[in-house]
């Protein structure tokens, strides 16, 4: 049998920040997060800086910076002060992500095919600076086939909505958006990108995801950081990892039959 390729782990931390600044000072501190996810068996730490702030701080993403072990993938608009942020901090990765004001989340994935000329210079300078730069997409070939053209290395694809339908119970749409991510993290592979993939994951709906063999990378965030409340964040990145691992030993193991 063929060993399953390694599928790494990214952690986003943004709710730690999240309830810390529901209270505003120090508690709980995401670089701690950060530290306790990397002993946990974390790849890399990832956080979003928003516009608004509304979690992560430019003081959090400078100690990231200065004290985590492992890559940080920093999270960011298409804009000239995340840029200046990102150019200063050099992260491992930027992931550029759509962003609205009034949204809760991240709620859709870039549109790069309409956005082209804008994106452009983003994707070059962040590149030259040395950083990896990431597009946050949905899984559709004409995004993918932009990303390529654009020259970013890597794309995120967004399995939201794969699991507000998982979540809804409704198993049939769960499971051709599931394909629908497969299919592009294959087409992407194909072309030379590297894929990641990521968004509402949690220890229910991480499998079918996991089991895409051409998936480089997932970033969880919001269901460990929620888990933590109940069992402590090792224990929940854990079981996220073993979760992860035994839906692609399973289907490694399948396509050799
Ligand atoms: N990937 C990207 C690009 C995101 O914007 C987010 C949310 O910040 C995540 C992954 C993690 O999503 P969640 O917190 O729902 O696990």
């Keep these: 049998m063929t060993k399953p390729r390694y599928l790494r782990l990214g952690i986003n931390i943004d709710h730690v920040a999240t ?12 670089v701690r997060a ?27 993403i400078a100690r990231l910076t200065r004290e985590i072990s492992k890559p940080l993938n920093l999270e960011m608009a298409a804009t000239q002060e995340m840029l ?12 550029i992500v759509p962003e609205k004001r009034e949204e809760r989340t991240t709620e859709g994935g870039l549109d790069v095919a ?6 452009q210079p983003f994707v070059r300078q962040l590149s030259q600076a040395g950083s990896r730069v990431s597009l946050f997409i949905e899984p559709d070939t004409a995004q993918l086939d932009a990303a390529v053209a654009l020259g970013a290395p890597v794309v995120e694809l967004h399995t939201g909505h794969y699991c507000e339908l998982a979540l809804a119970g409704d198993a049939q749409a769960a499971a051709c958006e599931a394909a629908r991510i497969a299919a592009a993290s294959a087409h992407g592979a194909a072309t030379g990108l590297e894929v990641h993939a990521g968004h509402g994951l949690t220890f229910d709906t991480v499998g079918p995801i996991a089991a895409i063999s051409e998936l480089a990378e997932l970033n969880i965030g919001h269901f460990l950081i929620g888990e933590a409340i109940f069992t402590g964040l090792e224990a929940a990145i854990r079981k996220m990892r073993n979760v992860m691992d035994r839906a692609r030993a399973k289907a490694a193991a399948a396509e050799t039959v």
Excluded: K, Y
């Design 34 to 60: 950060a530290h306790v996810a990397e002993q946990a068996g974390a790849d890399g730490i990832t956080a979003h800086l928003r516009e608004d702030r509304r979690h992560i701080s430019d003081d959090d």
């Design 19 to 30: 309830i810390r600044n529901a209270r505003g000072g120090r508690f709980p501190d995401p």
């Design 114 to 119: 309409a956005n082209f000329e804008r994106l």
């Design 84 to 95: 200046d942020i990102a150019l200063a901090h050099l992260p491992h990765a930027c992931c």
